[in-house]
């Protein structure tokens, strides 16, 4: 594939952003190479400046659930264009897309929406600060709960695809108040709850986590967390930023079948449009101003047309069966990638819940951060590029988990599972 235009407009955008690029991951560091250019998107394709056609499993990082461009997102969204873009003022659309979170997720009783995922998970744990009136957060190594500063702590994700899971600019002092874990081992939770007795406010989690590739929960896991968060007075906030109506109308929490007090949602519920929302209990969320004493604002907080975009997905995933669909696709993605790694690279772990799955290059099994490290970066990097110039696209980092969507169909797995089947014997 030639991709004259993409090397040129790089070349510019390398003048004006930060490794020109506005999020550090598309920069394709961790692969080698330089990113390609998008020039348009329609259901499981996406097109580059170059006129060079992908199947993307990457769905804008986890949005794009019924594909790109939907008819029914994009209808939704002119019908609300129409009536304006932002109004600053409380509207309907609001609080029809609030009331369908809140029958899907039990846990959640009042909400409040954000533009990021990233602005829902410093609320919330501002909210259970104040709430509980302790300064220190739990939280686990690869985790990533978005860019701020008491979050910024051995996360996952692009902290982690650029071989530094911490940040320049955290203040020590407050990155203190932050004790990062090990995934899957309550005993080290314990033992921290223990020697912080009643100053831990807050344990947040991915429930399944997938910023530093999709690991899976071991059993009984969360259930202890539930346990100890119990104990200790402590709250329990579940990041479904990722995981949120993605794998359920419910979320992970719906399939782990454990209630946390606060939760945090972003992507699949903005339909592809800035948004994120955080909510839980109503006596906790009753802390926030104008009612309590804990401070949080956005300008475009409920913008109309994230708000239009995000019920349409929902509605529409909901009238079309989108989950059983999901799961059949990914299951038999499942079942033939582990017949073509078992024949070509034994020494690998396939991991997928639902429609998002990820691998790894390496013999040992991942159930945390250190596991995922000892992946073979360098084969996954030959694996990426010699995917991308078979017409595939897979998330450019060996810690980034990717996504199916139910605009994935027979035909896109039948050309992804041939493009594997050359590539692997020469890995």
Excluded at 119 to 127: F, S
Excluded at 202 to 231: F, M, Q, S
């Amino acid at each position: 594939m030639t991709r004259t235009a993409s090397h040129q407009l790089f070349a510019e955008a390398l003048r004006y952003f930060p490794g020109g690029v506005n999020s550090p991951v598309r920069a394709f560091r961790a692969v080698g190479g330089e990113p390609f250019f998008a020039a348009s998107a329609r259901g499981s394709q996406v097109w580059d400046v170059d006129g060079n056609e992908y199947i993307d499993y990457v769905g804008t990082w986890g949005p794009a659930i019924l594909g790109h461009a939907p008819d029914a997102v994009m209808y939704a969204l002119g019908e609300a264009a129409i009536r304006g873009t932002s109004f600053g003022i409380p509207h309907a659309g609001e609080t029809a897309l609030a009331r369908q979170i809140v029958a899907w997720v039990p846990s959640v009783e009042k909400l409040r929406f954000t533009s990021s995922g990233t602005e829902a998970c410093m609320a919330a744990v501002r909210l259970a600060r104040g709430f509980t009136g302790r300064d220190k957060l739990i939280k686990f190594e690869g985790c990533y709960h978005g860019h701020g500063d008491s979050l910024l702590v051995k996360a996952g994700s692009g902290a982690l695809t650029h071989g530094e899971p911490d940040s320049a600019g955290v203040p020590a002092a407050l990155a203190a108040l932050t004790l990062a874990l090990p995934l899957n081992d309550l005993a080290a939770v314990a033992a921290a709850l223990n020697a912080n007795r009643g100053e831990v406010a807050a344990i947040i989690v991915e429930p399944i986590p997938a910023n530093a590739g999709l690991i899976l929960p071991e059993p009984g896991y969360h259930e202890g967390l539930r346990r100890l968060c119990d104990a200790h007075g402590t709250l329990l906030i579940f990041d479904e930023v990722m995981t949120g109506f993605r794998l359920a109308k419910g979320g992970a929490q719906e399939l782990l079948g454990v209630r946390p007090d606060l939760s945090t949602f972003g992507k699949v519920i903005g339909g592809g449009l800035p948004v994120g929302a955080f909510g839980g209990r109503a006596e906790i969320m009753d802390h926030l101003a104008p009612l309590g004493k804990v401070y949080q604002a956005g300008t475009l907080s409920g913008n109309p047309l994230a708000m239009a975009a995000g019920l349409a997905q929902l509605r529409e995933l909901e009238r079309t069966d989108g989950y059983a669909k999901l799961e059949a696709l990914g299951a038999a993605l499942e079942k033939e990638l582990r017949v073509l790694f078992q024949r070509h690279c034994p020494e690998h772990q396939l991991y997928r819940r639902g429609s998002m799955f990820s691998l790894f290059f390496t013999a040992r099994p991942v159930r945390n951060l250190a596991d995922a490290m000892t992946s073979d970066r360098a084969k996954f990097a030959r694996f990426f590029h010699a995917l991308l110039d078979r017409g595939v696209y897979l998330p450019p980092s060996q810690f980034e988990t990717a996504f199916l969507s139910t605009a994935h169909g027979e035909a896109e797995i039948a050309q992804t599972l041939r493009a594997v089947a050359e590539i692997l014997p020469t890995l």
